[in-house]
């Protein structure tokens, strides 16, 4: 079944490549809609981000419509706001502070669509998993098992954006989260897209010339998050909820890149193949 997830892999890695290229070659909007410059000071593309999303989509069409939807939604989410978002509410906490003084933020629209895209992801993958001939019972997951794995998706999507802070920290992150939950055959094809177009764009996000961007990150989250969901049931869903919510929580107190930076061994595989 390893088959499985290296054939995903191989068709995510390609596709993000040229897609990359042909984005780089001829930028939607032009190139000044999607320059940035990242924390170095250094100019950088968020190019990546829809390379990522169009890889990774082609790619997990093997598994089901579920990893389609929370790929392509959760990208499409992030976009609106990497080109139309701005820095005044940062983090979880600020975007609903501001919503809670009647501001809709871009982050806010953002955090309510993972909802919506989880759910609806989550439903598609429990739906197919009632039909599946290899589930011996054909028993379709309960409604809180669906609203669970939406949660999980969710919350994969924006703790993966929380890692983007640094030259390929997002991409190593859903290499080695992608590679241990494709050891499921049901999750093979999803997280086999999620780790093979994380693959193909490690060497330029590396380099410093592009980034995921909340597009990428956000897409590769959710498609890890619905892999997940694929292959857990009720028990593993709420133990990958509570972790979410828990790391998700932290974030607003704590800085992962000084966690990072002050613990050996994550320390030197964050900076492995940086400039």
């Known amino acids: 079944m390893a088959v499985r997830a290296l054939l995903s892999g191989a068709l995510a890695g390609g596709t993000s490549v040229l897609a990359l290229r042909l984005l780089r070659d001829t930028p939607p909007g032009g190139p000044a ?63 609903l502070s501001a919503l809670a003084r009647g501001e809709v933020t871009t982050g806010a629209v953002k955090i309510v669509g993972l909802g919506v895209t989880g759910l609806v992801s989550a439903a598609l993958v429990d739906g197919r998993a009632g039909a599946d001939p290899g589930n011996p019972d054909r028993e379709r997951p309960s409604a809180l098992d669906t609203l669970v794995g939406g949660a999980v998706i969710a919350g994969a999507a924006n703790l993966l954006n929380l890692l983007d802070l640094r030259p390929g920290r997002a991409l190593k992150a859903t290499v080695v989260a992608g590679t241990l939950i494709a050891t499921r055959s049901r999750a093979e094809a999803a997280a086999g897209a999620a780790v093979g ?46 972790v979410l919510a828990g790391l998700t929580l932290a974030s607003e107190r704590v800085s992962f890149t000084k966690v990072i930076e002050s613990t050996p061994g994550l320390r030197e595989l964050d900076a492995f193949g940086r400039r």
């Open 197 to 242: 177009a994380a693959a193909g764009l490690l060497g330029p996000d590396l380099a410093g010339e592009t980034m995921l961007g909340d597009t990428g990150a956000n897409s590769a989250g959710a498609l890890l998050g619905t892999a997940l969901v694929q292959r857990s049931g009720r028990r593993g869903r709420l133990a990958a909820l509570a």
């Open 33 to 95: 809609l999607w320059d940035r410059t990242n924390h170095a000071g250094s100019p950088v593309t968020l190019l990546e981000g829809p390379a990522y999303v169009l890889g990774s989509a082609a790619a997990a069409v093997a598994g089901g419509p579920g990893p389609v939807v929370a790929a392509v939604g959760a990208g499409a989410l992030g976009a609106l706001d990497d080109l139309a978002g701005d820095s005044r509410s940062k983090g979880l906490r600020g975007h």
